[in-house]
């Protein structure tokens, strides 16, 4: 299949352009390929930040922004993919085994399906004492892009699951597409060249979100758990998953994305984008300000975490994300540090334990 980009797109204008041009000139106009490329580069940096420039153009209150707010959700849904959304039905979960530790937990070893036949892998990390009552805390805990074969990316996030079993929480660790145990792609567009996806709506992340709010539904059915008191967090793919699955539903009670999401002026002006898969992004038809999506989850308590040194999340798009958010939760309290913070630690892009210890920290504040 051809790549069509917009640089051929281009050129095939100009190559209609061009010729009856010369006939009125003495000279035919040349253009390069190089030329072309620049002037559209131009054109696309010039686009993301005038979009960036319209979030919450013409909303000053936190009225305004609540009667805004519903159509924005059901544009975000459609864009995703999930409008309507679908029928919730029969998870048809299966416990296949069960790992006792001495540390003071145990690990269920599961899968559910969130549509007929579409299954998702997943571990649930839980006090070792935990009784049916109990109603602890949970943490849906979202991977990122850590291929683990057969096993699934979940394995390189169990420390996060210790964690919170050991500190009186239920924490579900789910796999995610193409990396975990059930086969599928993931890097459509990304890797195999399917631009066809565009072209019929679809995009993993409305997978991604759907089965997080699915794993929501599991954790909920658990004895164990508090339905009331749910939380998400994940890092790099898990850490965009966080945004998609808060965003879209509000049983989510804390949010800690991590490494997840940047602006357009760096995802298109800085080609920022050419470092990331498809499961990172939504088709933007209604052409949003990106931090639209994370602007969902006010006023709900938000930690957006990311190293200083992240070369796929630059701070300089932190930065403008951050001063954007802190608006809109100003609305709510003009303090704003109790319902959204920033936290940025050294190094670049992995999941260090100074990030960590900043969301336990978050999420134990906001759930316990």
């Known amino acids: 299949m051809m790549k069509i980009t917009a640089s051929s797109a281009l050129l095939v204008l100009l190559s209609c ?8 000139a003495a000279e035919p106009v040349a253009v390069t390929n190089a030329a072309a490329q620049t002037m559209i580069r131009a054109f696309l940096r010039q686009e ?17 922004w609540e009667a805004r707010r ?31 530790r001495e540390e003071g937990f145990r690990v269920e070893k599961l899968h559910f399906q969130s549509r007929p036949h579409l299954y998702v892998t997943g571990d649930l990390y839980l006090p070792r004492d ?21 096993d699934g990316n979940k394995t390189a996030y169990q420390h996060h699951g210790m964690w919170f079993a050991t500190h009186g929480y239920v924490c579900l660790i789910i796999d995610s597409l193409q990396l975990g145990e059930i086969t599928a792609i993931h890097h459509g567009t990304y890797r195999y060249n399917r631009w ?14 759907w089965n997080g709010m699915r794993a929501l539904d599991y954790l909920q059915s658990r004895p164990e758990v508090d339905p009331d008191r749910l939380a998400v967090t994940g890092i790099s793919g898990g850490g965009a998953a966080s945004f998609w699955i808060a965003a ?24 920022i984008v050419n470092g990331h898969c498809d499961c990172m992004f939504l088709i933007n038809t209604f052409q949003w300000p990106w931090t639209y999506i ?12 990311n190293s200083g040194h992240d070369p796929i999340f630059p701070m300089n798009g932190n930065d403008r994300i951050r001063a954007r958010l802190e608006k809109l939760y100003g609305f709510y309290t003009n303090r704003t540090e109790q319902l959204f913070d920033i936290g940025i630690t050294p190094g670049g892009h992995n999941d260090n334990p100074e ?14």
């Open 248 to 271: 879209a539903d509000e049983r989510v009670k804390v949010a800690v994305p991590v490494s997840g999401m940047d602006d357009l002026e760096d995802y298109v002006g800085e080609t």
């Open 294 to 305: 994370a602007a969902l989850i006010a006023p709900r308590p938000l930690l957006f975490e």
């Open 355 to 368: 990030l960590r210890l900043m969301a336990y920290r978050w999420i134990t504040w906001h759930l316990q």
């Open 196 to 209: 066809w996806w565009q072209a019929r709506g679809y995009a993993p992340s409305a997978v991604e979100c």
């Open 130 to 150: 935990a009784k049916p009552g109990a109603k602890l805390p949970a943490v849906l805990y979202v991977c990122g892009h850590s291929g683990r074969g057969r």
């Open 70 to 100: 519903p159509e924005l959700r059901q544009q975000y849904l459609e864009m995703l993919g999930l409008w309507p959304l679908p029928e919730r039905t029969p998870l048809s979960a299966q416990v296949t085994g069960i790992i006792e």
């Open 17 to 24: 352009v061009v010729p009856l041009l010369s006939s009125f």
């Open 48 to 64: 993301a930040v005038r979009l960036d420039a319209q979030f919450l153009d013409g909303i000053t209150n936190r009225q305004q």
